[in-house]
């Protein structure tokens, strides 16, 4: 249902909607039985003229069953909501498929930056390309992404992709994505991050395989990578991005709490 109304534009977004959509229906179908119950016992037990209330202590067994019953069901779905968040959970934030390109992310007060791998397919070569609040994208194309700030927490989101990831100061952080539409959708940050947070939008450009290679013939190349790279200290300042996919992936790479 969420689809209705955010275009599902990553290979995980189907994934995370439905994961709403079952949430949603567990605990949508508890919700409406609740409340037959509740309207039915207002009805059952109505004061009526000639009968005396009574104070049920709820010790017997055929009285407590109405709360048990419902209780072991309610452990029941716990357990399928776990495991079927865990799935989704792992494929978006602990697996890190194998990479046909990388993708530099940069965030600060107010904006993004975002630095491409030029033809060669290399960060941090001569040929890098470098744009600001605009992320361009090929389609059916799998990214990592490398995450840094600059100064503040910030967070990335893409809600097309149903993607939400914290930057941290200091930290490098390695996710993935992959684009499976054409078009542009909108990039937002998450966290909130100063005065400026509410103008901190951006957006991300999906094209077809030979319109990114046109746009990358002719996109301005940075010569100046240093000044572009925050530090970074949690991982390692000089670590290839391999070695913090790796350590990310391991350790520190995906959050708690930042869905």
Known sequence: MISWYVTQASSYAADVDDLFL???LIVGAFFLAAEFVLIWLIFR??????????????????????????HYLVLVFDIIIVAAALRVWYDVKIDLPPA???VRIIAQQWAWTFVHAGPDGQLDTADDIRTVNVLNLQVNRLYHYELHSKDTLHSF?????????????GRAIVGWFQPTVTGEFDIQCAELCGIGHGLMAARVRIRSAAAQAAWMETAPRMPQLASVTPAVTAIGAHASLAARAATVKVSAGHQGGDR
Request: overall charge positive; charged content about 30%; cysteine-free.
């Open 100 to 102: 046909e390109e990388r």
């Open 22 to 24: 079952l949430i949603a």
């Open 45 to 70: 037990f109505r004061a009526r003229p000639g009968v005396k209330a009574r104070y049920i202590t709820g010790e017997k067994a055929s009285e407590t069953r109405w709360v048990n019953y419902p």
């Open 157 to 169: 989101s893409v809600p097309a992709f149903r993607l939400k990831q914290d930057a941290v100061p």
